[in-house]
């Protein structure tokens, strides 16, 4: 039972490069979030996703990019990574019916020097 | 502009006694409050919901009590216990589901 898996867990970027971090779930939900979480903050919604092919922006989305293109996996990347997208990425799924909790992976923890 | 707030960054409390977190919404359009607890390296974990039409839902050891006058829910866990240690973070949606709002998480110490 893998639920939602992140990878990679620990990532340091130089300023000005790109990386992409993946997220991939194996309980069919629909919905897919991606929230960054930085220190003594709470978390806070980047991109999220209703299905394949559909994303929408969430509070904080500049300088990230998402596709969904498969119902299992949903990819965010930093093309130009800046210092203040240092923080810890946590990638989450749902059934997308009404009142239904999400499911959180581990988080990926990046560091941008 | 923080819509869910979690006031108190930090609780200790004695292994057998009542934890209460708190928790503050501006939001009169949520309808749908959780909680989730969260363990260093790990993701948060859901722990327990409540929807607006009711005031409390109980589960074992943890009730939640909404106050939709006051815009307020608490999460109440009794008795604590050592294992309860950790980060919880209180959430809220509004009817479309999509979005989910959190605070800013209350770090919780059970002392044995």
């Known amino acids: 039972n893998a639920g939602v898996t992140q990878t990679p867990k620990f990532r340091i970027l130089k300023i000005g490069q790109s990386m992409t971090l993946q997220c991939t779930q194996d309980?069919?939900?629909?919905?897919m979030y991606w929230y960054r979480q930085d220190p003594g903050m709470g978390l806070k919604l980047i991109y999220y996703?209703?299905?394949?092919?559909?994303?929408d922006k969430g509070e904080v989305p500049n300088g990230y990019n998402v596709s969904r293109s498969t119902t299992e996996d949903f990819p965010l990347r930093l093309e130009l990574a800046a210092p203040s997208q240092t923080s810890v990425y946590f990638c989450?799924?749902?059934?997308?019916?009404?009142?239904?909790?999400?499911?959180f992976g581990d988080g990926t923890r990046l560091s941008i020097l | 502009d923080q819509q869910v707030k979690q006031n108190s960054p930090s609780l200790s409390v004695q292994e057998g006694r009542i934890s209460i977190l708190n928790c503050d919404y501006t939001?009169?359009?949520?309808?749908?409050f959780l909680w989730y607890k969260k363990y260093p390296a790990e993701g948060p974990t859901f722990l327990i919901s409540?929807?607006?039409?009711?005031d409390k839902n109980e589960d074992g050891r943890f009730t939640v009590f909404l106050n939709k006058s006051a815009k307020h829910l608490s999460l109440h866990i009794v008795p604590s216990q050592p294992g309860d240690s950790a980060v919880y973070f209180c959430?809220?949606?509004?009817?479309?589901?999509?979005?989910?709002?959190f605070g800013t998480g209350t770090s919780l110490t059970v002392i044995p």
């Open positions: 409540i929807s607006s039409i009711k």
């Open positions: 989450a799924s749902s059934p997308g019916t009404s009142n239904q909790p999400q499911h």
């Open positions: 309980m069919n939900h629909n919905y």
């Open positions: 959430a809220a949606s509004g009817n479309t589901g999509n979005q989910f709002y």
């Open positions: 939001n009169s359009m949520f309808d749908y």
């Open positions: 996703s209703v299905g394949a092919g559909i994303t």
